[in-house]
């Protein structure tokens, strides 16, 4: 089964500044899909960002951008000029291609809260 | 508007009164699923449907049922609630498994007393 570790509960970043999530898996699966969702107060969940296994261009979208390191098993999320819109818990999250054994199944990690300060 | 939809919100019960949180999307998705989220846990997946009549068990099915009879709605059933059942809840679906993006539902807090 695959499992999704964020290693960090909580992190903080200064307002404009530049900060990074940690999000390691565990699969034997070759293909696949990694997702990070943010979640703000009102318990919304909202799409961040989406990485397919089977590229090695790393996923960007506006000020987020991913560091996907296939072999190591990493996927980690960069927030560039941190807003205090950003704070929120966020949570990295692992899907299985087509064709995988545990197709149709999706495993999140434990989420890390993300504070921005003024 | 394209959504998700969950009801009710808040949901305060006793143990082994049988309820139902309904779960109705709008966006034609094939894909259907229920998660729990419990603080530390992240969120888990309790039930997903790839279609119509076709369901299988997520990482913690125990304790809950689900029905698919129409592509649009995907009901979570807790026949006996106890306790440990207590945490808020989310429907989820996406056109299909693998790459698309799941559209969450605003999720529902429940209390099992």
């Known amino acids: 089964a695959q499992t999704v570790t964020q290693s960090q509960p909580e992190m903080s970043v200064q307002e404009a500044e530049t900060v990074t999530l940690s999000c390691t898996y565990d699969?034997?699966?070759?293909?696949?899909?990694l997702f990070w969702y943010k979640q703000p107060p009102s318990r919304q969940m909202i799409l961040v960002i989406r990485?397919?296994?089977?590229?090695?261009q790393n996923a960007t979208e506006n000020r987020f951008s991913v560091n996907f390191q296939k072999a190591a098993k990493s996927f980690s999320l960069k927030i560039s000029d941190s807003q205090l819109g950003d704070a929120a818990m966020y949570f990295c999250a692992y899907r299985s291609a087509i064709g995988g054994t545990s197709y149709g199944k999706l495993t999140f990690g434990q989420g890390t809260i993300l504070t921005v300060h003024p | 508007e394209a959504q998700v939809t969950q009801n009710p919100r808040y949901l305060i019960t006793v143990t082994g009164k049988k309820l139902t949180v309904t779960c109705s999307q709008n966006m034609n998705h094939e894909y259907m699923s229920w998660y729990r989220q419990d603080p530390g846990l992240g969120l888990r997946q309790i039930y997903y449907?790839?279609?119509?009549?076709?369901?299988d068990k997520g990482d913690v099915p125990e304790g809950y049922k689900v029905s698919r009879k129409e592509k649009r709605n995907f009901p979570l059933i807790l026949e006996s609630p106890s306790p440990n059942q207590t945490s808020l809840y989310f429907c989820?679906?996406?056109f299909g498994a693998g790459g698309p993006p799941l559209h969450f539902g605003n999720g529902t807090r429940l209390t099992v007393t």
């Open positions: 989820a679906s996406s």
């Open positions: 990485q397919e296994a089977y590229k090695q």
């Open positions: 449907s790839m279609n119509v009549e076709v369901t």
């Open positions: 699969t034997s699966e070759s293909d696949y899909y």
